[in-house]
T-cell receptor, first 114, second 114 residues
């Protein structure tokens, strides 16, 4: 299957700072990328969907100004958590797709805000 | 909205035995896709098996097979000859064609007893 690389795998940041997570499709062009959040022992919660060159579509209840998503190229999408607070600590997962019904997942990023 | 329900939060099985994980879903669509994903302790999401609703034949992948009952909107996963490496969270998912996104169930934690 296709490879999606997410970086960093884990990050610790201070409260009030911003942190950027990258999601790269290594061997295919991803027209669509998805960002999920996963709390311990829970399912994946879709945060937003981004299409290359377009503004991201956020799910209801997700603050677009807090979770900035950029999909500037067909191989890279970034999620920036702005002014992070301890409640933003979570596991963030991206997936990338170049056609409907087929999505490949990154390895995830564990964010801890202290 | 389409929903996916996994009614078994936890399951356990003896190594080498067979286990079945349940999944039901709700949709008004006639053609759709269903998936089972595995999330091991590494938290990397791994596609186990995919079923296309218009195909009556149940999908199989080596030791993994599904029992797809379209009328009952049921999509269970059978794991034969369970191995220690099968221990993971298993998520059932539905591709929402209208919203162009995956809808996940709550997950089932599978433990393999040696």
């Amino acid at each position: 299957g296709a490879v999606v690389s997410q970086h960093p795998s884990w990050v610790i940041c201070k409260s009030g700072t911003s942190v950027k997570i990258e999601c790269r499709s290594l061997d295919f062009q991803a027209t669509t990328m998805f960002w999920y959040r996963q709390f311990p022992k829970q399912s994946l919660m879709l945060m937003a969907t981004s299409n290359e060159g377009s503004k991201a579509t956020y799910e209801q209840g997700v603050e677009k100004d807090k979770f900035l998503i950029n999909h500037a190229s067909l191989t890279l999408s970034t999620l920036t958590v702005t002014s992070a607070h301890p409640e933003d600590s979570s596991f963030y997962i991206c997936s990338a797709s170049n056609r409907p019904v087929e999505a490949f997942f990154g390895q995830g990023t564990r964010l801890t805000v202290v | 909205a389409q929903t996916v329900t996994q009614s078994q939060p936890e399951m356990s099985v003896q190594e080498a035995e067979t286990v079945t994980l349940s999944c039901t879903y709700d949709t008004s669509e006639s053609d759709y896709y269903l998936f089972w994903y595995k999330q091991p302790p590494s938290r990397q999401m791994i596609l186990v098996i995919r079923q296309e609703a218009y195909k009556q034949q149940n999908a199989t992948e080596n030791r993994f097979s599904v029992n797809f009952q379209k009328a009952a909107k049921s999509f269970s996963l059978k794991i034969s000859d369970s191995q220690l490496g099968d221990a993971a969270m298993y998520f059932c998912a539905y591709w929402d064609q209208g919203a162009q996104k995956l809808v996940f169930g709550q997950g089932t934690r599978l433990t393999i007893n040696p």
